[in-house]
């Protein structure tokens, strides 16, 4: 059994809670290499997407999550928090208690 840590803001906080998902996201980029030979993506762009598609995959039933919430003054959030150790149950999440 391993544990991760999830860096989260006080959205992807929001999402992880409500819909019991534990994942990854980048914003704007866009997977563009699945399944085609070349990509339009510059090197350093495909190489964060890549690396986090690794980071989640090494997640598995069992582990441990803890999630980080970031600072962020505008969201009344003064400082950096550790939340909410959750077990993964097969593809969902449940709380430790």
């Not at 544990?3 to 996201?25: P, Q, R, W, Y």
């Not at 690396?51 to 980080?68: K, N, P, W």
Request: charged share 20%; net charge negative.
């Amino acid at each position: 059994m391993t544990t991760h840590v999830f860096i989260v803001d006080s959205t992807t906080f929001k999402v992880h809670l409500e819909n019991l998902f534990a994942g990854t996201g980048a914003k704007n980029m866009v997977v563009d290499f699945n399944n085609n030979a070349t990509s339009r993506l510059a090197s350093q762009t495909e190489q964060v997407l890549v690396d986090m598609i690794a980071d989640v995959s090494r997640v598995r039933e069992g582990d441990h999550l803890i999630f980080y919430l970031q600072q962020n003054f505008r969201d009344g959030i003064r400082e950096g928090k550790w939340l909410s150790m959750t077990q993964m149950t097969g593809c969902n999440i449940s709380k430790v208690n």
